[in-house]
């Protein structure tokens, strides 16, 4: 780590981290002390389906923080966004996000990766037919080697390849991998593959690692290891962002959950009192879950209109928000 | 017996031709393309046309032998990034789409009657025109020489016990070799590569005492351009093993397998699908030129199915192998070679004649590989986990 800003030692403890995200105001956007990813007007339409639109989010260093939201709300989309594999509609055009102070307005999926912010995707990408520790090793950062002209010239990345074995190794060990150090990638369980991708992300000596759905398809047993590893990361100084449907998940190791739902922010908050928000229940449940809809009561026709009513004026609401938005 | 020598003897000489070799580099060129970085490049040919011309074109304009090759590089590198550049960003199908048009719009341009005195259109250029600044260079001097000056009619007279127990010997030590490569951890590290490499020059030794190839020295298609050509496919390998096996080509192995895993992980995926595309585009190249060399540069000898006769080489040699393209160029041009004086030895003129023998053993060709495909999609020498037919 090159990093001097980051303090590990301050944030491992969670009363420290307590006390600082009471600091944070739980509204959808609010500022941070020390952000480390400052995202501003990112939005992503496929058509005229908008997918993302987030107006501003900034992500405090050295804590966990987790993306919730209900299947289609635009998260995975926003990830691709800002790790570069997307491209926002609004690229050029008042899109502005940046990462440890360096703007990434428009860089690519590899100098985001670069930068120091390194990505796991939903459906890991183990590198199947290669062994697990070229997989490791793929994910180095400048490699000699790697030049093509240098390549053939074996003197010239022995020593680097020595080294970058070692932290391999190590992070191998770390992971409970190094039994399978020269089985193919393809060979793991669902869940070592998950291991194997979170530890090459972590050869590159990243600032900021972002998860996409750590959890999905991992037995419980190895959740409790995988949820072990990543608060280590944390412990360790790392800022971790991370995708999650689990909510249990989430309430157990996240410091600050941000809610998205329709492609938008609608809430962030400490992850403990986020869930009770309205806006959360709303995104999750509907504003209407609390209605047994079974109840012939409801039938009648005043509360048919009520809900007409109810109805037309959300409509009402979100028409008149459009066109403000329209206008700015 | 006769028969069976002759026909043996055929796919020794085709075997050993120096167009086998230079379809071989043209092969190693495409393995790095395919087989380690998983580009479907489906115009191979057309690389191999540009080297062709480049070289051909400048010496028959009277420039030196070196100016040609450069030239043949040139074209064939700036092919590659005019291919790369737009397609290399999309998915894979795309550069197969591209590849095989741009190969066939290299072929018609050559034919165009426009470019004579260049390409001399469909006609081609004679070998006559550019082969004597090669041929020029050769310290072999004149006069024939045979391959082996012992053989198998000094021994006996060549009576058929001769050679009947040297085949029966040749299929035993090849039944070996394959014995001592599946056997697995039986052998050990050094012992097993000594083994191998004993067998493999044992086997060479005993094919060329049965099957004596007698050719000129320097000539046109002498031992010269051979030597040449053969030397150049051992060197390509070795480049290749290097490339392959430094953190450069374990870059490839990562591209062919997910490329959003790699650029996850802060590489420039474009820049290293680009110099692969160049690198085996330039082995094409040479190819091209050592495929000329002997014979003469003729746009339609070099078109489509050219490029199918690489991938099948490549596919029954074992692709993302160092030797699998070399070995798979060996069999399939002696096996077609093979089946095309089978056919003309065994079969009567009433049911196929000389032409048809010929399409006989392109038909036969292409049923082998369907057969390979399915039957062992890694090829002679590939490893199934690592990598097998399967696009």
Redesign the interface.
């Known amino acids: 780590m090159s990093d001097a800003t980051i303090s590990p030692s301050g944030l491992a403890d969670p009363a420290a981290r307590a006390a600082l995200v009471a600091g944070f105001d739980a509204v959808p956007g609010a500022p941070k002390p020390d952000p480390i990813l400052v995202v501003d007007n990112i939005v992503r339409q496929f058509g005229g389906m908008t997918a993302v639109d987030v107006q501003h989010l900034e992500v405090q260093r050295g804590i966990i923080t987790a993306l919730i939201g209900p299947n289609g709300a635009g998260k995975t989309t926003f990830f691709n966004l800002v ?1 570069g ?1 997307d491209r926002a509609t609004t690229a050029g055009k008042g899109a502005h996000w940046s990462f440890d102070g360096r703007t990434l307005d428009k860089t ?7 930068a120091g912010m ?4 939903q459906l890991t ?6 062994t697990v520790i ?1 997989n490791m ?3 180095a ?1 400048g ?6 002209l240098r ?2 010239f ?1 003197p010239a ?1 022995r020593d680097q ?1 020595r080294e970058v074995e070692a932290k391999a190794d190590e992070l191998l060990q770390r992971f409970k991998l190094y039994e399978k150090k020269y089985d ?1 990638a ?1 060979s793991l369980s669902g869940g070592q593959r998950k291991l194997l ?1 979170m530890a ?2 972590l ?2 000596d990243p600032k900021m690692i972002m998860l996409d759905e750590p959890m999905a398809g991992v037995n419980p047993a190895l959740t409790q290891s995988l949820l072990g590893h990543i608060q280590a990361l944390r412990d360790e100084g790392m800022t971790v962002l991370f995708v999650e449907h689990d909510m249990h998940v989430v309430r157990h190791i996240s410091d600050w959950v941000a809610v998205m739902a329709e492609g938008r922010l609608v809430a962030e908050g400490p992850a403990d009192t986020v869930m009770s928000n309205p806006a959360v229940i709303d995104a999750y449940l509907g504003a209407h879950h609390d209605t047994d809809l079974g109840d012939d009561s409801l039938l009648s026709d005043e509360v048919l209109e009520e809900l007409a009513e109810e109805v037309a004026a959300e409509d009402a609401e979100r028409e008149a928000e459009e066109q403000a938005e329209g206008l700015r | 017996m006769d028969n069976i020598q002759y026909i043996l003897n055929g796919m020794m000489r085709e075997a050993l031709s120096p167009q086998t070799a230079a379809v071989a580099i043209a092969v190693i060129g495409l393995n790095i393309h395919f087989g380690y970085t998983g580009l479907i490049n489906i115009g191979q040919s057309a690389f191999m046309l540009l080297g062709a011309y480049g070289f051909a074109i400048a010496i028959w304009h009277g420039l030196p032998m070196i100016v040609g090759i450069l030239l043949g590089f040139g074209a064939a590198f700036v092919f590659a990034l005019v291919l790369g550049a737009p397609t290399l960003k999309l998915r894979g199908d795309y550069l197969a789409i591209v590849t095989i048009s741009a190969a066939e719009i290299i072929r018609y341009v050559g034919r165009s009657s426009l470019l004579t005195d260049f390409t001399g259109s469909a006609q081609g250029i004679p070998g006559s025109q550019y082969r004597d600044p090669f041929t020029g260079l050769s310290f072999f001097g004149g006069g024939s020489f045979t391959l082996i000056p012992f053989n198998y009619a000094d021994v006996a007279d060549g009576a058929a016990w001769v050679r009947l127990l040297g085949w029966l010997l040749a299929i035993v030590s090849i039944a070996a070799l394959v014995y001592v490569l599946r056997s697995g951890d039986r052998f050990s590290g050094g012992a097993r590569k000594g083994l191998v490499v004993l067998l493999v020059v044992w086997i060479v030794l005993l094919l060329l005492f049965l099957f004596p190839v007698a050719n000129q020295r320097t000539g046109v298609n002498g031992w010269w351009v051979r030597f040449i050509a053969w030397s150049l496919v051992l060197l390509c390998s070795f ?1 290749v093993y ?2 392959v096996s ?6 490839l ?2 591209i ?3 490329e ?10 474009f820049a ?1 699908k680009m ?1 692969a595309l160049v ?1 085996g585009g330039l082995f094409g190249a040479l190819g091209g030129m050592m495929y000329v060399l002997p014979a003469s540069v003729q746009p339609d000898s070099m078109g489509r199915s050219l490029t199918f006769f690489c991938y099948t080489a490549l596919l029954l040699g074992g692709a993302a192998t160092i030797f699998g393209p070399v070995l798979g160029s060996v069999i399939f041009f002696a096996a077609r070679i093979g089946i095309k004086y089978t056919a003309a030895a065994y079969v009567p003129d009433s049911v196929l004649n000389g032409q048809q023998t010929e399409q006989f053993s392109y038909i036969v060709v292409g049923v082998a590989l369907m057969l390979i495909v399915i039957f062992r999609p890694q090829g002679i020498l590939g490893n199934k ?3 097998q037919f399967n696009v």
């Open positions: 790790t594999f690519s999926a590899s100098s985001v990766a670069k390194v990505r796991t995707f990408k183990a590198l199947n037919a290669m070229d090793m793929l994910g950062q490699q000699v080697g790697e030049n093509l390549s053939v074996r990345w390849e193919y393809g991708e090459r992300a050869m590159s | 480049l290097l490339l430094s953190p450069w080509g374990r870059l192995r990562g062919r397998e997910d959003d895993a790699v650029r996850s992980l802060g590489k420039n995926v290293i110099q690198i986990r690592e990598l």
